[in-house]
């Protein structure tokens, strides 16, 4: 678990340069790779959210999001809801 996964050490970790790193991923991915870790992040919580007691603020803790307003706003851009409204869904998400 990387609460502080960025681009610059996902590049690192992928042996190659920052512009390499974004080059590659345009060529498989409409996302940016910094899309891409949000999404990633976004979808564990959800997972988190559906499969823990976890509060919504430890979850966001706990994925890298240091503000609960922030990741509220990119959850209910993601996944069309707010994450109360997720948990209390029946949305296997």
Known sequence: ?????NVETLAKLMNMSRSTLYRKIKEISSKSPNELINTSRLKKAA???K???KKI???AEEI????Q???GRNFQKHFKMSPSEFLNSNDPN
């Open 69 to 71: 307003t922030s990741f």
């Open 1 to 5: 678990k990387d609460t502080d996964l």
């Open 64 to 67: 890298g999001y240091r503000s």
């Open 57 to 59: 603020f430890e979850v």
């Open 51 to 53: 499969t823990t007691d």
């Open 47 to 49: 997972f988190l959210l």
